[in-house]
C-alpha cells in the first residue's frame, strides 16, 4: 500500500489556536523559575552592575546603558527562545503539533505571543529599574526606550525560533550565540562609533539589525522627541522580526503518512 505524500492543508488562522499555545508554553515555563528568572532578572542585574562600573562617571552610564536596554532583550530572548523551541522539536512535541488541525501560523504566533508577553515584562522591569532607580537621563519620553527594548526582545524570540531548526542538540542551539549574536554586539556601535569603523564594518553594521536598536535607544536619550531617524530604527527591528517569524515558519514541517 502506498503512502500519500501530497502536503496536508494548512488550516486557517485561528485566534484560540494561538491563545492556546501560548498558555501551555507559559503554563510549561512557569514551571521553570531558574529560566523565568534568567529572564526577568539577569538583565536588572547587569545593568546595576554596569551602574556601579560607571559610578563616578553618570554621563558615560546614560549612553552605554541606554544601548544595553536594546541590547539585553534580544541576547536573553534568544537564548532562552531558541533552546525552549529546541526542546520541543527534538522530544516530538512540534511534529505532534502539526499532525493536529494546528496551522503553521497558529503554532509560531503562538510561541511569539508566549515569549512576547515575557519580553513586555523584561523589557519593562529592565527599564524601570534603569530610569528610576538607577536614574538613566534621557530626552525623550521613557515610552520610546520601553518600545525599542520590546521590539528588540521579539527580533531575539524569532531568531532563536528560526535558528532551533538548525540544532540538533540544546549545547549546538548555544553555540549560534556566537555566531548571530557577538557580531551585532561587535558592530552595533555600542565600543566604536559606527562612521569610525573601516567601510566594509560599516557597511555590514548597517544590515545588522542590533545597530537599529542601539540607534533608536540613543536617539532617545538624545531628543525630547519623535525623530525620523527614530520611526526608521523601530521599523527596522520591527520588520526585521517579523520576517524571521515568517523564515522561522518555513522550517515547520507537517508530515503526513
Known amino acids: 500500500?502506498?503512502?500519500?505524500?501530497a502536503p496536508a492543508s494548512t488550516p486557517p488562522l485561528s485566534p484560540s489556536r494561538v491563545l492556546a499555545t501560548a498558555h501551555r508554553v507559559l503554563r510549561q515555563l512557569s514551571h521553570d523559575p531558574r529560566t523565568v528568572a534568567l529572564l526577568l532578572l539577569l538583565p536588572v542585574a547587569l545593568l546595576v552592575l554596569l551602574y556601579y562600573v560607571f559610578d563616578g562617571d553618570p554621563r558615560a552610564f546614560d549612553s552605554v546603558g541606554a544601548s544595553l536596554l536594546g541590547i539585553f532583550p534580544l541576547t536573553t530572548m534568544f537564548l532562552v527562545t531558541s533552546i525552549a523551541t529546541l526542546r520541543e522539536r527534538t522530544s516530538g512535541t512540534l511534529e505532534r503539533l502539526l499532525s493536529m488541525p494546528l496551522g503553521k501560523a497558529d503554532l509560531i504566533l503562538g510561541y511569539a505571543l508566549a515569549f512576547g508577553t515575557l519580553a513586555v515584562l523584561q523589557a519593562s522591569l529592565a527599564t524601570a529599574v534603569a530610569v528610576c532607580l538607577l536614574d538613566l537621563e534621557f530626552a525623550g519620553p521613557a515610552g520610546l526606550l520601553l518600545l525599542v527594548a520590546l521590539l528588540d526582545a521579539l527580533l531575539g524570540t524569532a531568531l532563536g525560533l528560526f535558528v532551533s531548526a538548525f540544532?540538533?542538540?540544546?549545547?549546538?542551539?548555544?553555540?549560534?550565540?556566537?555566531?548571530?549574536?557577538?557580531?551585532?554586539?561587535l558592530l552595533c556601535g555600542l565600543f566604536v562609533p559606527r562612521d569610525s569603523m573601516q567601510p566594509v564594518l560599516e557597511a555590514v553594521s548597517n544590515v545588522l539589525p542590533m545597530s537599529y536598536a542601539v540607534h533608536g535607544m540613543r536617539e532617545v536619550l538624545a531628543h525630547p522627541d519623535v525623530t525620523g531617524d527614530y520611526v526608521r530604527d523601530v521599523l527596522v527591528v520591527g520588520g526585521t522580526a517579523l520576517l524571521v517569524l515568517v523564515l522561522g515558519a518555513a522550517t515547520l514541517r507537517r508530515r503526513t503518512a
Open 1 to 5: 500500500m502506498t503512502q500519500s505524500t
Open 167 to 185: 540544532a540538533a542538540t540544546e549545547f549546538q542551539a548555544v553555540q549560534f550565540m556566537p555566531a548571530v549574536i557577538f557580531p551585532q554586539l
